[in-house]
């Protein structure tokens, strides 16, 4: 078996009999690595800061913190914006909401919690930023979260069936 690397730094298996055998090792030699990885907790918190890249002092993703916050805060309807995040991000589990730490889909807008933008959406620092603009806006989003805001028809529906 030779190998050979080009220009682009592109690897080549010149014995085709054992391309599949160093392929499939290699493989698994990864798989094994990562599940070991994974096994340690600390790795575990590791593997998820930088998933979603979330700074020490923010909230955990989770509702019991989130609900808590949104009290805190001077929130009105606490369990709207949960069924809100849960049905624009999966809560958290979106690209939008891991990219630019907005679970509930709000548009690129002005305000001091904005960050940015990503795409179309409002992009925030934290978990926390984007829940103080969602308080900012919340009276105003509920007031004309049927048409307005949401272009689904159905959007209140949907919200209405989180559980």
Known sequence: ??????????????????RY???????????ASIIYLAQ???NIKIIYKHWVSVPEDDLPINEEAWVKYLLQQGA???????????????FCKSHVARKAHNPFGI???????????????AKYKTWKDAIN??????DNYLRNIDGR??????YVKAIKSVK
């Open 1 to 18: 078996m030779k190998i050979k690397v080009d220009q682009d730094m592109n690897v080549h298996i010149v014995n085709e009999k054992w």
């Open 21 to 31: 055998v160093t392929i499939i090792t290699a493989f698994a030699s990864l798989i």
């Open 40 to 42: 340690q907790e600390e």
């Open 76 to 90: 009105v309807l606490p369990n709207i914006c949960i069924a809100q995040a849960k049905v624009e991000s999966g």
């Open 107 to 121: 548009t690129y807008h002005k305000c001091k919690y904005v960050e940015g933008k990503h795409g179309v959406y």
């Open 133 to 138: 603009c969602y308080i900012h806006i919340q």
């Open 149 to 154: 805001y949401a272009t689904d028809p159905n």
